[in-house]
């Protein structure tokens, strides 16, 4: 997870969408809490996936689908 006393990028990404394993996420959010330069990085990968996320077009779910929740 750690290069030099970092998280890696990859690792960043799976944080910000919570895939990482639980002690991992653990051991990352611990991190997070005293490094400015991971938290920062994180910051920057949050707000692209925000960016990506406003670009996704939005279908409404067929009648059935809807019906049933």
């Known amino acids: 997870m750690n ?5 890696t990028p990859d690792d960043l990404y799976l944080f910000a969408l919570q895939l990482l394993p639980d002690a991992a996420m653990k051991d990352a959010a611990n991190h997070l809490k005293e490094c400015d330069v991971c938290r920062a990085h994180l910051g920057e990968i949050q707000g692209d996936l925000v960016t990506y996320a406003l670009t996704a077009e939005l279908h409404t779910p067929p009648t059935q689908a809807r019906e049933r929740l």
Request: charged letters at 0%.
């Open 3 to 7: 290069t030099a006393n970092h998280i």
